[in-house]
């Protein structure tokens, strides 16, 4: 049961650009999270954002959530070499569940 | 920092192997989580677990069995290992949160081949 998709599935910029990245979910939720996970490893958790709120800071990391529109951005400012990655939103459902559903994935490359 | 240790980071096993991975937690977490992670189709919740000896079956159990017996440790079984599962594996655990909720905490994962 696929819950968030997110656009687009690959970014590729210029070291000090801002990324962004999209993602949609179909169901009412709880909470939207973002997961940074570099090639072969783990996921990290990055930012969470309830169904009450409507944007979050994190150092260089801000999140949106629209839940009339039922989508979040991550926006990633002044990116770093470093910020070359694998972004992926996840979702609760609203009800209690502990559960996430993942989506894709956005990959972002960020040019020296 | 919480830690999730994957026993194994590369794991290579024959067709029809039960293959065991191991997952272990340090921080008294009560949810445990395996994904198996496939490119193109994301990450997939196979099982679960809530508490000891406690297991719920996730989107794709098929071919797999957990096992509980202790908080901190939650194992993935495959009965009988077919190329198919060849695939990277993560474990996650989290606190039971509701509001206080902060995410998962993942492993490194498993790269899992099947021979």
């Known amino acids: 049961s696929q819950q968030g998709e997110e656009d687009p599935q690959a970014l590729s910029i210029q070291e000090g650009e801002n990324a962004t990245m999209n993602c949609s979910y179909k169901?009412?939720?709880?909470?939207l999270q973002w997961y940074r996970q570099n090639s072969g490893r783990g996921l990290v958790h990055l930012i969470l954002?309830?169904?009450?709120?409507r944007e979050k800071h994190s150092g260089r990391l801000r999140v949106t959530l629209d839940t009339s529109k039922k989508s979040s951005s991550l926006l990633i400012t002044a990116s770093r070499a470093a910020d070359t990655a694998s972004y992926f939103c996840?979702?609760?459902?609203?009800?209690?569940?502990?559960?996430?559903?993942f989506g894709k994935g956005t990959k972002l490359t960020v040019n020296p | 920092d919480v830690k999730v240790t994957q026993s194994s980071r590369y794991l290579v096993k024959r067709t029809g192997e039960k293959v065991f991975l191991e997952c272990v937690q340090d921080?008294?977490?009560?949810?445990m989580f395996w994904y198996r992670q496939d490119p193109g189709l994301g990450l997939r919740l196979i099982y679960f677990?809530?508490?000891?000896?406690?297991?719920e079956k996730g989107d794709i159990p098929e071919g797999y069995s957990v096992s509980r017996e202790k908080k901190e440790r939650f194992s993935l079984i495959l009965e009988s290992a077919s190329t198919n599962q060849t695939s990277m594996y993560l474990c996650?655990?989290?606190?039971?949160?509701?509001?206080?909720?902060?995410?998962?905490?993942f492993g490194s994962g498993t790269r899992l081949t099947v021979v």
């Open positions: 996650a655990s989290s606190l039971w949160g509701g509001a206080s909720w902060s995410g998962y905490t």
């Open positions: 996840a979702t609760d459902s609203q009800g209690g569940s502990e559960k996430l559903v």
């Open positions: 677990s809530y508490d000891v000896k406690m297991k």
């Open positions: 169901t009412s939720i709880n909470n």
């Open positions: 954002i309830r169904s009450n709120e």
């Open positions: 921080m008294d977490h009560e949810n």
